[in-house]
């Protein structure tokens, strides 16, 4: 019988009633006995890793190790570690997202931002999602079924001293879901944000913000090229972002070492 975590603790993005949270539950309630709910009260999808630091959050306690947090799901993290638990968790899942996270994508999830704020704090964390075609046959049983095994395979290992894992399960039966591969963030799908302007009923103007997407060719060893074949994708991702290909055209192009001395120059 496999080991049991000591304590869980779960969040996500899509807001504390969502559907793929309660999918969560019962998957860590299979892997602890001490599992915790601290969720954003209403949906912050695209929220990323932002922190509450210019209003108060509200919490309001549902259960005894259930709360839901008036803020962002880095928020959620840091009040359910630094402030409602009396001891860390052994392990942090966000999601599960209504949606895969994948390419580009995954720097404006919220889901991945809360996994990413576990991780500044030192404890292992990970993101999971499911993708899907359909918004009204969302197949969660996919994600249900083989999650368990998903988190038991990477838990514990050395990969949470720098890195929290983004995991995506693929869309379709879960009797059809392949194999766990590691793979690479990749270019995912997401094009564009554009600007959709229209007036209320009280003759104001109002926004919306809305992302476009397509399928691009991506490299094999991707995210997107795991998922659309129907495989179940790990990818561990960083803080460091530094582009190591411009970094080097920019050296290049100055002729010199690198050194701050050398961007000096005029």
Not at 142 to 150: E, W, Y
Not at 152 to 173: E, K, T, V
């Amino acid at each position: 019988m496999a080991k049991r975590l000591r304590r869980i603790l779960l969040t996500n993005d899509d807001g504390v009633d969502a559907p793929g949270l309660k999918v969560l539950e019962e998957v860590a309630n299979e892997l602890a006995d001490d599992v915790w709910v601290v969720a954003p009260d209403h949906d912050q999808s695209g929220i990323s890793h932002s922190l509450s630091l210019h209003a108060p959050l509200r919490v309001s306690r549902k259960d005894a190790r259930r709360f839901s947090v008036s803020g962002t799901p880095g928020d959620c993290v840091v009040m359910a570690v630094r402030h409602l638990m009396d001891e860390p968790p052994e392990l942090i899942l966000s999601g599960i997202n209504r949606g895969a996270n994948i390419g580009v994508e995954t720097v404006f999830s919220g889901t991945v931002g809360a996994a990413m704020t576990g991780m500044l704090l030192g404890i292992p964390s990970m993101a999971l999602s499911q993708a899907f075609s359909d918004r009204d046959n969302i197949p969660w049983s996919t994600a249900r079924s083989r999650a368990p095994d998903v988190i038991r395979m990477f838990a514990g290992g050395s990969w949470s001293a720098a890195s929290c894992l983004n995991i995506n399960f693929p869309d379709c039966a879960a009797e059809s879901a392949g194999e766990v591969v590691l793979t690479t963030q990749g270019r995912g799908h997401l094009d564009d944000v554009q600007v959709v302007a229209g007036t209320d009923p009280r003759k104001l103007d109002y926004f919306w913000l809305s992302l476009s997407r397509s399928v691009h060719v991506d490299a094999d060893s991707s995210e997107a090229s795991a998922v659309a074949a129907g495989k179940i994708s790990v990818t561990p991702l960083e803080f460091e972002r530094t582009s190591r290909r411009a970094l080097a055209d920019l050296i290049a192009s100055r002729g010199c070492d690198g050194t701050a001395s050398c961007y000096s120059r005029s």
